[in-house]
């Protein structure tokens, strides 16, 4: 991973915002993700809670790349430092970092109850609620709307449609005199992101989930082999060859320079696609992914909460931040303003927030129905599984390897992994 060396090689000397007034008794330190609006719409909330409280507040930008900041927080969490107070977690982390966080159940007041409940599930450990539910996310399919309309096609429902659609237009757009338009673009990264993609190939395929509830691993049959090769067959015709290195974000700058007919990616580009000054405003739709052959549309479960470091000097202020964070009002703030998706059930009937944000409405069940990595079977291990499958679809990818060959190897290292079927 291409930065994870100077982010290590810098420690906690990370770019700090500071808000609230110097010379306050406490400072509590948050770090905040930095996809899209992330950092921006952390650092409006937390200035707020600083004004109203008193308290100093020290924003912490991390990378962008989630398998680079994971590095970072057990770095961080795993010297029993207290540089920073609140971390902001992915979904699949709470298994991870649980024996470094506080259990915020006790001081919530009950607040857990207002979210999500297999969010509150997944973020409780032990019996312990480490992380508070903060927002969701489940990958999406957006497409122009005015290209799909110019050239008299439907929104595709299967990966063959997809990709017939996607060469189509490509050929068509580039024959008019854009030869940047690429048909496609998504996640194509060694890292997080190819695992929640190449996931939902799976799953679409009916190849199931790489290590099913009950431990067994899945990951070698030909339904999942079959849904590799069709996305390496992306790779140099709907998709350009660079798509092997990008992770959100350069996704969306490809997508939203008009520059691609469809995209794979998480809500929040939404909103950024939409605003004042974007190439595409207004030419954009928003869809289930498509399915595989008598499969059906698959969406990985994302998102993050928020979480207290156990050796934070200043735990009970650090939770209440927290809990201001993860409130209805600061979510719908964040729905409105950064199409991030509320992890409470409440909001989705708001007004506002589906004027926003139309398919938040329309597209509920592929939130409420996403589907999970296979973090519960392999609990500890998550992190190695993941590197391993994400490992052998980017050499299928990147035509290294074929993908009866990746499959194979990659069943071998997982069940060395799982140490004969115990996880755990």
């Not at 420690?11 to 500071?18: E, F, P, R």
């Not at 952390?42 to 790349?65: F, I, L, M």
């Not at 092997?244 to 469809?262: K, W």
């Not at 409405?361 to 589907?371: E, I, M, N, Q």
């Amino acid at each position: 991973m291409r930065t994870t060396g100077r982010w290590l090689r810098t420690g906690i000397a990370l770019a700090l915002a500071t808000t609230g007034a110097a010379g306050q008794a406490a400072s509590i330190k948050i770090s905040c993700g930095s996809v899209g609006q992330e950092l921006e719409l952390c650092k409006r909330s937390a200035e707020a809670w600083a004004k109203q409280t008193g308290n100093q507040v020290q924003v912490v930008a991390t990378p962008n790349d989630a398998s680079e900041r994971l590095a970072l927080y057990q770095q961080v969490l795993g010297a029993g430092s207290d540089k920073i107070d609140v971390f902001q977690i992915d979904v699949v982390w709470p298994g991870l970092l649980a024996n470094h966080l506080q259990d915020l159940k006790p001081a919530s007041g009950g607040a857990e109850g207002q979210h999500f409940p297999a969010f509150v599930a997944n973020n409780t450990v032990g019996g312990r609620l480490v992380a508070m539910p903060w927002f969701v996310n489940a990958g999406l399919l957006f497409y122009r709307k005015d290209l799909l309309d110019k050239h008299k096609l439907a929104v595709p429902t299967t990966w063959t449609e997809l990709t017939t659609s996607a060469r189509r237009i490509q050929d068509a757009e580039r024959a008019a005199g854009n030869d940047r338009m690429w048909g496609f673009v998504w996640q194509g990264r060694a890292y997080e992101g190819l695992t929640c993609n190449a996931l939902e190939w799976s799953v679409s395929h009916g190849g199931g989930s790489i290590v099913e509830s009950d431990g067994r691993i899945s990951a070698r049959n030909p339904k999942l082999a079959d849904a590799l090769k069709t996305a390496a067959g992306w790779v140099g015709s709907i998709s350009p060859t660079a798509v092997l290195n990008y992770a959100e974000e350069e996704s969306r700058g490809v997508f939203q320079a008009g520059n691609a007919v469809f995209m794979r990616n998480w809500p929040y580009a939404w909103s950024l696609a939409q605003a004042d000054g974007s190439t595409i405003k207004g030419k954009i739709g928003v869809a289930p992914l498509p399915a595989g052959p008598g499969g059906k549309p698959a969406a990985t479960l994302g998102g993050e909460s928020l979480a207290v470091s156990k050796y934070s000097r200043n735990a009970a202020l650090a939770t209440e931040l927290v809990l201001y964070m993860t409130s209805a009002a600061v979510q719908k703030e964040r729905a409105l303003a950064g199409s991030f998706n509320p992890t409470r059930p409440a909001l989705y009937q708001d007004a506002e927030v589906l004027k926003a944000n139309p398919f938040m409405g329309d597209l509920v069940g592929a939130f409420t129905s996403a589907v999970a990595r296979p973090t519960a079977a392999t609990g500890s291990q998550y992190n190695k599984v993941s590197n391993e499958f994400w490992n052998a679809t980017h050499d299928v990818l990147a035509g290294r390897a074929q993908p009866d060959e990746a499959l194979a190897k990659l069943e071998s290292n997982l069940k060395r992994a799982s140490r004969g079927g115990r996880w755990n």
